[in-house]
């Protein structure tokens, strides 16, 4: 970044302007137009709102799903791009039937219903009566310390932290993971969302069926079972299922906006869905936002220096599927070393600044963008973090190497409350927080495809390695099995 300094000479006086970069001035003039035109012309709200209402659930491999393939593709060709694509794979589609929860103190007949709901990827059949053991949080500690009661039990476990701080969580395919591996039979989770709501989502790591059935109970649900153990001492669980498990395929949904260079930059986001409800929040905020961030780069003729790839991924809710594809086709035609960067839009929300994913060469480059971008919006905050995570569309990228950064922003304790949930609907969205999603993502794009040099490159395979590990995340992904560099 070089800085330009400018003097005039104005009514006999020279003013000087020192540390004026020349990139802020363009970006300030781009953002500003994109600003006018999503504020005037932005349809994510619409589009999202007619989505929910037309085909409801996006769940890959459904028909619902190949339906919001369809949309998504139409809606970019009446943007105006006429390289859009389907970049079809084939997955093993999982889909829920019936699910039942009964729990009696031990050697009694004296059953109870429970509310519940599968996890995905759990067994086609299951039926199955055993003792509960509670693991609390479901951490690898409390597996271990559970250890000799657990094996060939059915381990309940929180998917939050419960009493506790300055632990990491775990996600539920890897509470599920570490139940296979301490032998339990199977597993019964605790949702922390007040109430009786029921959440969803996989508890496989690999997006292969599970070997043991996994299900979900609400927060209230699983105080009463709690309080139940405790007045009454060991009580046993039987659950019974029946799923649906078979080969389908399914698209990614691309489309292309040519660059001076074949360097490029990928924003992308999942379009798939659960089931128990439409999926608004998760991820129709965030895929929709792309949708109307590419509208608004057709709209501006705006003509990037670097190729820009907005990606509908389908699969993610069930393992990353769409996005490890996509990944695997760019390394196998040696795409993916042209990938410069990607931008991960999940459950994105009113962002107040943005995450660089522990990439460090990036934080002088997104302070400025912020600083231009809050020149044109000062309720933009320029937040900035640099933390690694998992379990997005991002992680594949990230797992070659490819810088890789998300914006943050926030979402209402009742909408949070709503996630992978039968409340998931339309009526959680909120317009204005949806368009300003649109305009900053819109300007950071902007920049990442126009600065003339990205000061981040990718990193070799053992940099890589290095890098996860010092981000913490070598456990994880050796439990996640997708760890590739031995022990």
Avoid at 77 to 104: C, H, N
Wanted: aromatic letters at 8%; glycine letters at 8%.
């Amino acid at each position: 970044m070089k800085k330009r300094f400018l003097a005039v000479l104005a009514g006999g006086f020279l003013l000087v302007a020192v540390g004026f970069r020349s990139e802020d001035s363009e970006w300030g003039k781009a953002f500003a137009r994109i600003d006018a035109e999503v504020k005037k012309n932005s349809k994510a709200y619409q589009t999202l709102g007619d989505a929910t209402q037309q085909i409801g659930h996006r769940l890959t491999g459904s028909p619902n799903g190949q339906k919001a393939e369809e949309y998504a593709y139409n809606l970019l060709k009446s943007y105006g791009f006429s390289d859009v694509k389907y970049q079809p794979f084939e997955v093993e589609s999982w889909m829920r039937d019936t699910v039942t929860l009964s729990i009696a103190p031990k050697n009694s007949d004296n059953f109870r219903d429970v509310a519940v709901v599968s996890l995905a990827h759990s067994p086609v059949e299951a039926d199955l009566s055993s003792d509960i053991v509670d693991v609390g949080n479901g951490l690898e500690e409390d597996f271990e310390a559970a250890k000799e009661k657990v094996k060939g039990k059915i381990a309940l476990a929180n998917i939050g932290m419960v009493g506790t701080t300055g632990k990491k969580n775990l996600h539920r395919s890897e509470k599920t993971a570490l139940a296979i591996q301490y032998g339990a039979r199977g597993i019964i989770m605790v949702n922390q969302a007040p109430g009786k709501i029921l959440l969803t989502g996989t508890a496989s790591v690999t997006g292969a069926l599970i070997a043991i059935p996994a299900v979900c109970i609400s927060s209230e649900s699983g105080r009463e079972l709690r309080a139940w153990m405790a007045e009454e001492g060991p009580l046993e669980a039987h659950v019974s299922m029946s799923n649906f498990s078979k080969p389908i395929k399914a698209r990614n949904v691309i489309a292309t906006l040519k660059g001076k260079s074949d360097e490029k930059v990928v924003i992308g986001g999942h379009l798939d869905s659960w089931d128990l409800a439409t999926g608004a929040i998760d991820n129709g905020i965030g895929s929709f936002a792309i949708l109307d961030i590419a509208r608004t780069f057709k709209a501006l003729k705006i003509k990037p220096e670097r190729t820009i790839q907005f990606v509908m991924f389908m699969g993610e809710e069930q393992g990353l599927l769409g996005s490890k594809h996509f990944v695997r086709e760019a390394v196998r035609t040696g795409q993916a070393a042209k990938i410069r960067y990607m931008l991960n839009l999940d459950m994105t929300n009113d962002p107040k600044g943005i995450n660089a994913f522990g990439r460090e060469e990036m934080a002088d480059l997104f302070k400025e963008i912020g600083d231009a971008v809050s020149k044109i919006d000062e309720n933009y905050g320029n937040q900035y973090m640099s933390r690694a995570g998992l379990h997005s569309d991002h992680q594949p990228f990230m797992l070659e190497g490819i810088p890789v950064a998300s914006l943050s922003g926030s979402l209402a304790p009742n909408v949070l409350q709503c996630y992978h949930a039968d409340c998931d609907n339309f009526d959680l969205v909120d317009k204005q927080q949806l368009e300003n999603t649109v305009r900053i993502a819109s300007m950071y794009l902007h920049a990442l495809t126009s600065t003339k040099k990205l000061p981040v490159q990718q990193l070799t395979q053992p940099q890589t390695r290095d890098y996860l590990i010092q981000q913490g995340l070598k456990q994880e992904l050796i439990l996640g099995k997708d760890w590739r560099w031995g022990e």
